[in-house]
């Protein structure tokens, strides 16, 4: 007897429950997916930090000194520091392009000593169109920050710590003709605070400190050209910024914290786009305002020097002084280094002291300051504001 054999398939019903149950697991699975990029792209990050910190070591073992954050040909003809120039670049390289052998860019470095084409050796001024300042090099760059191509030349994840104020951070002890003097060195040696100081030798022994105490280096992001304020600069008085750094703070968007209310105009002029050039927007960060917060500049380059008169063409405003935050893609927070060459991750909510005092009492250490910011006093910026001075004295007394 002949049995009659059914075939049976998925019944809708059936599909669409298999259907769903895949996509609940799809679902569960891309955030974990997504999560593991990120924390490649963040140890990845974090090893350049490595690197650049081994390089920092090597450098002053073979010098004697850490790399001159300001460094290079002299300014001559009548030029003043921020000037353009073809033939020189007037001091305005940062500490990587004299740290280039240092991290495996021999070549780089062999094509900036020697002379190119219509260029002397050690280039022209790093906002001019010239084959290695318009370099993107893999190890000064975090896999997590997505900024690539014009307006930015060779752009930068990495920069210095210049401590924690903002006064004469762009000059150091030299004044706008390059030229060392009394009365900027005099303000230098007060306010400014952090391991490298523009224009000035510096070596470990002056880290009184500490090198695992003190902050050497530093993240941040470059712009994308969306207003943020952790990668372009409002401007408002010097004298507002150097006795209140959150200065800034009612520019910021009341819906939108991450961004300007009204995002200032660039002009090439943002957070990390030019890696061979000093200019604190570009390679610099202070220990005033926690990571990720805004950056605010001041009008005035330098506060007792009346030879700026009042205020710099728009075209210098990477030389203004600035509270500049570090910054990062990461979620968070961002690395550090410190001089001892750990890499650490500090948070968004690291204590920060007076920093967030909008009413005032948050002001910076400067000569002729008072009180707080009296020269040779601790930080008023708290744990923050202590890992990025060599020299205050402060304790610091707990893990961070």
Known sequence: MNKLSVKRGFTLVELLVVIAIIGVLVGLLLPAVQAAREAARRMSCSNNFKQIGLAIHNYHAAYNQIPTHGSGTGTGGGQQVWNNSNVRNN???????????????????????????????????????????????????????????????????????????????????????????????QEARASCRGAFVAHQTARFRDILDGLANTIVVGEIMTDLGDGSVSTQAKEVAGTDLYNNPSSCLPLVSATRPRFWDSPPTANGLARGYRWADFGPLFTGFTTILPPNQEICRGDLPAPTQATFGTTLPAAENHFKEMVATPSSRHQGGCHILMGDGAVKFITDSIEAGSSRNTGGGGAMVRLGGSGKAAPGQQSPYGLWGSLGTRASKEVISSDF
């Not at 014009?150 to 004044?175: E, H, Q, Y």
């Open 91 to 185: 001091t305005r390289l940062s500490f990587l392009v004299g740290l280039l052998p240092f991290f495996e860019q021999q070549a780089l470095w062999e094509q900036i000593s020697n002379p190119q084409g219509s260029f002397n050796a050690m280039g022209p001024t790093p906002n001019t169109t010239y084959g290695p300042w318009d370099t993107d090099i893999p190890a000064l760059r975090c896999p997590s920050d997505p900024g690539q191509g014009l307006p930015a030349k060779g752009r930068t994840n990495i920069a210095a710590c210049l401590g924690d104020s903002a006064v004469m951070m762009s000059f150091g002890p030299v004044n706008e003709n390059g030229v060392s003097n009394s009365n900027f060195a």
